[in-house]
C-alpha cells in the first residue's frame, strides 16, 4: 500500500466530515434564520434584526467555513443535491452517495434537534410560535414568503440548484478550478441565491436542510416535503450530467485515434 492510501481518510472519517458539515450549515443558518432574522426594535425605532440578507449570508458563511474546515476530508458536499450532482459528473462513485447522503440527513437533524433544545429554554411561547410558523422550513403557497404556489417552487429548486451544482463543479475541477478560492465562490453563489430564492419558497437547494427543518415544522411542512427533496435532487443530476456532456473531456475512440496518426 502507498503511503498516500495509508494517509487517505477512512470512509467512517469521510462520514463523519459530512455530518459535522452539513450540522454547521443547519445549525449555524436555521439557527439566524429563527433567532435573529426579527430581533425587535432599539429604543430609537431601528430593526435589531438581520432580515432576508442575514440569512443569506449566514447560509453563505456556514457552507463556506465547513468547505474549509472540512472539504479536504469528505470533498465538503453538505448537501444531498450536491452529492447526486458530483455522482453524476463522475466525479464521485455512486457506490457511496447513499453514506454521504444519510450522514448530511443526520447532520442536518442534530442541527435542527440542538436548536428545538435551545428554544425549550427561550422565552415564554418562543418554541412553540417558532414551530406554528414552520420552524424555517420551505413551503409554498400560504407557506411560501412571497405567496408564490408549487410550480413556482418546482421551477425555482431545479434551476438554483443546478446553478449552485455547475459552480461546485467549475471551481472544483482538477486542472481548471481555483482550488484556494473555491470554498470563497461556493460561499458567495449560496448566498446570491438566497438572496434571489428565500421569497419564493424559504430556499432548500439542498434536502438535507429541509429535511431537518420540517422535522420540527409541524404537519405542513412535512405534507410540502417531498417538494425539497425531489426537484433539488433533479436540479442537482441534470447539472451533474450537463456538466459532464459539456466541459469534461471525453475519452478519443480508437478509430479516431487511428485516424489522427494516418
Known amino acids: ?12 472519517t469521510k462520514l463523519v466530515a459530512e455530518a459535522l458539515g452539513t450540522f454547521l450549515l443547519v445549525f449555524g443558518s436555521l439557527g439566524a434564520a429563527l433567532f435573529a432574522t426579527n430581533a425587535g426594535v432599539s429604543a430609537e425605532g431601528s430593526p435589531l434584526g438581520i432580515g432576508y440578507l442575514g440569512v443569506a449570508l449566514a447560509f453563505g458563511l456556514t457552507v463556506m467555513a465547513g468547505i474549509y474546515a472540512w472539504g479536504p476530508v469528505s470533498g465538503g458536499h453538505f448537501n444531498p443535491a450536491v452529492t447526486f ?6 466525479r464521485f462513485e455512486w457506490r457511496n452517495v447513499a453514506g454521504y447522503v444519510i450522514a448530511q440527513i443526520v447532520g442536518g437533524a442534530v442541527g435542527t434537534t440542538l436548536l428545538v433544545l435551545i428554544g425549550l429554554f427561550g422565552p415564554n411561547g418562543w418554541l412553540s410560535s417558532a414551530q406554528d410558523a414552520g420552524f424555517a422550513s420551505n413551503g409554498f403557497d400560504e407557506h411560501s414568503p412571497g405567496g408564490f404556489g408549487l410550480g413556482a417552487a418546482i421551477i425555482a429548486e431545479i434551476l438554483f440548484t443546478a446553478i449552485f451544482v455547475l459552480v461546485i463543479l467549475g471551481v472544483t475541477h482538477p486542472q481548471r478550478g481555483t482550488a484556494g478560492f473555491a470554498g470563497l465562490v461556493i460561499g458567495l453563489t449560496l448566498t446570491f441565491i438566497h438572496l434571489a430564492s428565500i421569497p419564493i419558497d424559504n430556499t432548500s437547494v439542498n434536502p438535507a ?4 427543518a420540517a422535522i420540527y415544522g409541524g404537519p405542513d411542512a412535512l405534507i ?12 442537482g443530476v441534470l447539472a451533474g450530467f450537463l456538466h459532464r456532456a459539456l466541459f469534461e473531456k471525453r475519452p478519443v475512440a480508437p478509430a479516431q485515434r487511428e485516424a489522427r496518426t494516418r
Do not use: E, H, K, Y
Not at 209 to 212: M, P, T
Not at 224 to 235: A, E, R, T
Open 1 to 12: 500500500m502507498s503511503d498516500d492510501n495509508a494517509s487517505a481518510p477512512s470512509t467512517a
Open 85 to 90: 450532482g458530483l455522482a453524476a459528473a463522475g
Open 209 to 212: 436542510r429541509s429535511i431537518a
Open 224 to 235: 410540502q416535503l417531498w417538494v425539497f427533496i425531489v426537484f433539488p435532487l433533479v436540479g
